[in-house]
């Protein structure tokens, strides 16, 4: 054995104790940053767009996910009944209203 290899070693038998609870907290500070950063704003936003979804009435304008732009004209318990021109109707799923638009908007 020669002597880098021999300190090699050395230098591992002395490493510190406790170096697992130190990993342990990184990965917890780690996480908590991805969370607060990136996880807890997408669940506020999702959860804002589904209690639009849920307020949708007849009358309301929406934006359908293809960008789509109607008159809600009937609400059902899944899907809804979308006047996008003069004598045609669409009916599209709930979950495709893309956004609501107000009318001071227009």
């Known amino acids: 054995m020669n002597t880098f290899t021999h300190s090699f070693f050395l230098a591992q038998a002395d490493a510190p104790a406790g170096g697992g609870f130190t990993t342990l907290i990184f ?32 009358g309301d304008k929406i934006v359908t996910a293809g ?15 979308v006047k996008i021109a003069e004598n045609t109707k669409v009916e599209i799923n709930r979950s495709f209203i893309h956004a609501k638009l107000d009318e001071a908007a227009e």
Do not use: Y
């Open 27 to 58: 990965f917890a500070f780690i996480f908590a940053g991805m969370w607060f950063l990136i996880i807890a704003p997408q669940r506020k936003r999702q959860k804002q767009h589904e209690a639009m979804i849920r307020a949708v009435k007849s």
């Open 67 to 81: 960008g789509i732009i109607g008159s809600v004209t009937n609400v059902k318990d899944d899907r809804i009944t």
